[in-house]
């Protein structure tokens, strides 16, 4: 059923449709007494269906309270028992983790974790370049060669069939600890711990790879007191839990809510080097909240294995020496601003590619040449522009390297599950919002019409517009430093619980210029003459930016979030614009 239009707007300056939680006042005002937070705070509350019952605990969400028996999931224990085997009878474990920062933050828990029992640990992350995405045979045997009589792969695996029998067959366990959608058969590992195991009736599977990570070390150390030794702090590890829950994009309720929340506050007391140095170059300055982990913090971990050394993520997570996380931290960002230009180039043909394809569901696009470390977020931003679901693929020969990104709530991770089981991919997975695979040049276009089609049924079945839901409107005198104080209290904000939106009716644009190469900044007015800073970003080249730059003191509705702006340690209130329509 198509959702009614605010204030009789069928299509924003983006081609969305907007719609309000609407919440009675009276409702607000009862809530608030009754649970004595602040109308702003009850009004998002109960925007989100939060019932008064459980207000306290979502705006104080506590690992005692949240955390599961880890025992719920299959192969839990008897994972756990291998590794204390291992750790009690001096074996070379090996971690052998994704390039990404849910790979790198839970190849870095765990290392630490075993490290801290007295185990003989080493990491192993694979160059996307040469070797791919997850565990290949000529790396595990290596490892074996090396030593190792235990693999734990964390954040890949589930898939890998051929990898890991070629270990097994070499006399290495193996055990994948992962998050990505299976299929019907799993590898021939030692044990396979993953919620979204088609088996596995544990309830979890929202979680990042970190997440598990945290809960086999919880099941770990339960099993070393048992037998009388050392255990590590799991609590000092809640920051890498945090940083790869928020950068892996998952929901962020129930457990994830917790790991982040309480995640975040050991990311302020900067305990971890590693992660207080990439602070230090990225500039994080104010109190550091989800969105610094996400689009801060992560994508210079991320870079490392984008465009850089692989391992070097993981390097700077575990280090314990100060100089040499600040010089680790200082390559990584030298990195991702490589990354940054690199991925500008791939953009813009993408882009280009795109656009000669408009009005397709799916946006597909490949290139030769195009670099594999930027593709995944080539399509973020395809995804963004289109409002559509998302492919790119980077050629290279006879095959293609691929990243996708899901829209209108298409589970993407399973419907590249189905299209390597019809033999489309030669390799492939990932979750419901994104994933990767591998396809031969000349299967490109067979793809492509599966993707299209497994879309269009979905389709079928949903809305293709864009609804954007917001949690109120305001007055330009309303935005002020204390409400955004009041809001902070509802996050961590993420997927599943999105950061308050609002729409500030019938304001003028009072001065509009572009900052950068695709932003615009502007000053907001209203009748009452209060004035706003704001912002949209990557704005450029869209609808947003014709409006703004454009209105010629003309009346527009504005949507938007909410922020406070540090620079030089003076913050001002600062809207995000996210969409526009003129009156």
């Not at 702003?40 to 979502?58: C, K, N, Q, S, Y």
């Not at 602070?279 to 913090?297: I, K, N, S």
């Not at 394809?357 to 670099?371: I, K, N, Y």
């Not at 615009?520 to 869209?542: H, P």
Request: hydrophobic share 45%.
């Amino acid at each position: 059923m198509t959702a009614p239009a605010f204030a009789g707007i069928e299509r924003s300056a983006l081609g969305r449709r907007w719609r309000p939680r609407n919440v009675d006042i009276q409702r607000v005002l009862g809530y608030a007494q009754r649970t004595g937070v602040s109308e702003a705070v009850a009004r998002i509350l109960l925007g989100r269906a939060i019932p008064e019952e459980a207000a306290a605990g979502f705006l104080d969400p506590r690992l005692r309270d949240l955390l599961p028996d880890p025992s719920r999931l299959k192969d839990m224990d008897k994972s756990a028992d291998r590794i204390v085997t291992a750790i009690e009878t001096g074996e070379t474990i090996a971690i052998f983790g994704d390039y990404d920062v849910d790979g790198a933050t839970s190849a870095a828990l765990l290392h630490g974790v075993i490290g801290a029992a007295g185990g003989h640990v080493r990491h192993y992350i694979p160059d996307r370049m040469r070797e791919g995405y997850g565990p290949n045979a000529p790396a595990l045997l290596k490892l074996g060669a090396e030593g190792a009589k235990l693999v734990i792969t964390v954040d890949c695996g589930t898939t890998a069939h051929a990898p890991i029998e070629a270990a097994a067959g070499a006399g290495i366990d193996v055990i994948v600890v992962d998050h990505h959608a299976a299929e019907s058969q799993l590898p021939p590992a030692f044990s396979v711990v993953n919620p979204n195991r088609i088996d596995d009736d544990c309830g979890l599977g929202q979680l990042a790879a970190v997440g598990v990570a945290f809960l086999l070390a919880v099941a770990v150390n339960r099993a070393l007191r048992r037998n009388g030794r050392a255990t590590a702090e799991l609590l000092d590890y809640l920051d890498l839990v945090a940083l790869g829950t928020v950068c892996d994009v998952v929901p962020l309720v129930g457990l994830n809510r917790a790991f982040v929340a309480q995640g975040l506050k050991a990311v302020r007391a900067r305990s971890r080097l590693g992660i207080a140095a990439l602070a230090d170059v990225a500039g994080v300055q104010e109190r550091a909240q989800a969105f610094h982990l996400g689009f801060a913090l992560g994508p210079r971990v991320n870079a490392g294995g984008r465009v850089g050394e692989a391992d070097l993520g993981v390097r700077l997570l575990t280090s314990a020496d100060a100089h040499e996380a600040a010089e680790l931290a200082r390559r990584l960002d030298g990195y991702n601003r490589e990354r940054q230009r690199i991925e500008a180039e791939v953009l813009a043909a993408a882009l280009a590619q795109a656009e000669a394809s408009a009005g397709r569901d799916l946006v597909f696009v490949a290139g030769e040449g195009w670099h594999p470390g930027v593709i995944g977020i080539v399509a973020s931003r395809l995804k963004e522009r289109f409002e559509r679901p998302a492919l790119v693929v980077a050629l290279d020969g006879t095959t293609g390297k691929g990243s996708a990104r899901s829209a209108f709530g298409w589970n993407l991770g399973a419907a590249v599950i189905a299209a390597r089981g019809e033999g489309l991919l030669v390799n492939g997975g990932g979750h419901a919002n994104a994933a990767g695979l591998t396809v031969a040049t000349n299967g490109i276009e067979p793809l492509r019409e599966f993707l299209s089609a497994d879309l269009a049924r979905h389709l079928e079945r949903a809305e293709r517009t864009t609804l954007v839901e917001f949690d109120g409107t305001l007055p330009l005198a309303a935005a002020t430093a204390t409400l955004v104080e009041e809001l902070e209290r509802v996050g961590p904000y993420g997927v599943g619980n999105p950061e308050p939106r609002f729409v500030f009716n019938a304001v003028r644009v009072a001065k509009a210029d572009i900052v950068g190469t695709s932003h615009v900044r502007c000053f907001l007015e209203d009748s009452r003459g209060a004035r706003l800073s704001a912002i949209a970003f990557r704005a450029v080249g869209t609808g947003l930016a014709d409006i703004l730059l454009r209105s010629d003191g003309a009346s527009i509705h504005i949507l938007g979030r909410l922020k406070l702006d540090t620079w030089r340690g003076a913050s001002r209130v600062q809207l995000q614009i996210e969409d526009a329509v003129a009156v």
